[in-house]
């Protein structure tokens, strides 16, 4: 158990639906990070909160947004859905320069 | 920008010995790590290199030359359980992890 906590685990919407995605970090760190994984792909960094500020963005669409708020905990808005937005979504805190303690993803099925 | 280059696959014997490579070109460098995931769930924690030399951890060694850009990942006495992906990172200038698309390594018996 890394102690990163991620729900729902699992979500089937439709296109053009939009979900939200939420995450609570470690005991302690303030940092939270989010990464996309479609099949067989690798990590890919969506963004990074520190302390409840944008610290830095990856390849994050328009359609998604997140934020991180005072408890520390942050949510992943994905929106207008599309076919190629199904992936495994995890989120990782840390306490840097440490390494990521990763959830165990929310699986998201857009049909 | 950065780059992360590693095999996309591997194949081993149990009780043997492999080295995963990683090559790297990244805007700064503050830290190499390597992930193991399973089929499906979290990525987990292996090693940390951010100086130059091997770093020993049980079975798993990671080693580091920062000049040449390069790491590899030695897994020694190969059990089946160890059939998983295993992710190369690099942290550049920011503190976010940037993942190489992983080798995913394959232990026959």
């Known amino acids: 158990d890394s102690g990163v906590t991620q729900t729902p685990k699992h979500l089937i919407t439709a296109t053009g639906q939009r979900v939200t995605l939420r995450c609570s970090p470690r005991?302690?760190?303030?940092?939270v990070y989010w990464y996309q994984q479609s099949l067989d792909q690798g990590l890919q960094f969506l963004i990074q909160?520190?302390?409840?500020?944008?610290?830095a963005k990856g390849n994050i669409l328009e359609r998604f947004s997140a934020q991180q708020f005072p408890d520390l905990h942050s949510e992943l808005n994905l929106s207008s859905l599309e076919l190629g937005d199904s992936a495994l979504y995890f989120c990782?805190?840390?306490?840097?320069?440490?390494?990521?303690?990763f959830g165990e993803g929310s699986r998201l099925t857009v049909l | 920008g950065q780059n992360i280059d590693q095999p996309t696959e591997m194949t081993a014997t149990e009780g043997a010995i492999v080295q995963i490579n990683c090559t790297y070109q990244?805007?700064?460098?503050?830290?190499l790590f390597w992930y193991q995931q399973h089929a499906g769930e979290a990525p987990t924690f292996l090693s940390y290199?951010?100086?130059?030399g091997l770093e020993e951890k049980g079975r798993f060694s990671s080693f580091l030359s920062r000049s040449k850009g390069y790491s590899y990942l030695l897994l020694k006495e190969l059990q089946m359980k160890d059939s998983a992906s295993y992710l190369c990172?690099?942290?550049?200038?920011?503190?976010?992890?940037?993942f190489g698309t992983g080798t995913r390594l394959q232990v026959f018996p």
């Open positions: 990172a690099v942290r550049g200038n920011t503190d976010k992890l940037i």
């Open positions: 909160y520190y302390n409840g500020e944008e610290r």
């Open positions: 005991s302690g760190d303030l940092s």
């Open positions: 990244t805007s700064g460098f503050n830290g």
């Open positions: 990782a805190s840390s306490s840097p320069p440490g390494e990521l303690f």
């Open positions: 290199n951010v100086l130059d």
